[in-house]
């Protein structure tokens, strides 16, 4: 099956740290370049950042909101990306999916077509 | 960072009603605005994207239009299952920001 399976959602308190994984599978992983979103309770979903392909250097670009807190990072070997996360605050609290365009096209049209369920990081003392 | 603003917020409907959603961008962004449809508890779904190219499996009741600064996603005749909420996107550049959503209910 096409599908990607994010894991590692946990309550960590403030200040805290967690790793994200999301595991991919049915589709070509090491031509696609990975991205993370979360979305709060309610709030519409929020851009973290993305990791692009080994011919591109691994490359990633991050939101603000996260820069310098948040790393992605990926190991094509085991069809997976990872989004490890320190400085937790409160506000860091969501549901966090990894997501990906894993359509073969030969546009250059960025978008999702493929999410994972999500995985919940509470950010609580 | 590009900012997308989408209206209504909420809108309620009756099915078979038409349906429009505006997305407007802070700044021109060609055509790379990308449509989801989300409901509770599942993750967003593709339906449109270049503006106006519907995702492989989307009805053609969905359709969208615009380029630049604003866009449209219309619904020709609202079905059961498209009570949801829609969010556009931006990626034209990164950050590749959201729309706030536009939660589409039973009148």
């Known amino acids: 099956d096409v599908q990607l399976v994010e894991s590692g959602g946990d309550l960590v308190q403030p200040g805290g740290s967690l790793k994200l994984s999301c595991a991919a599978s049915g589709f070509a992983f090491s031509g696609s370049a990975m991205y993370w979103v979360r979305q709060a309770s309610g709030k519409g979903p929020e851009w973290l950042g993305r990791i692009r392909t080994r011919p591109n250097n691994y490359a990633t670009s991050y939101a603000a909101s996260v820069r310098g807190r948040f790393t992605i990072s990926r190991d094509d070997s085991k069809n997976a990306t990872y989004l490890q996360m320190n400085s937790l605050k409160i506000d860091d609290t969501a549901v966090y999916y990894c997501?990906?365009?894993?359509?073969?096209?030969?546009?250059?049209?960025?978008?999702?077509?493929?999410w994972g369920r999500g995985t919940l990081v509470t950010v609580s003392s | 960072d590009i900012q997308m603003t989408q209206s209504p917020s909420s809108l309620s409907a009756s099915i078979g009603d038409r349906v429009a959603i505006t997305c407007r961008a802070s700044?021109?962004?060609?055509?790379?605005l990308v449509w989801y449809q989300q409901k509770p508890g599942r993750a967003p779904k593709l339906l449109i994207y270049a503006a106006s190219t519907l995702h492989n499996g989307v009805p053609s009741r969905f359709s969208g239009s615009g380029s630049e600064t604003e866009f449209t996603l219309s619904i020709s005749s609202l079905q059961p299952e498209d009570f949801a909420t829609y969010y556009c996107q931006q990626t034209y550049s990164s950050p590749l920001t959201f729309g706030g959503g536009t939660r589409v209910d039973v009148k």
């Open positions: 997501a990906t365009k894993a359509a073969i096209t030969s546009d250059m049209y960025r978008y999702f077509d493929l």
């Open positions: 700044q021109a962004i060609d055509n790379y």
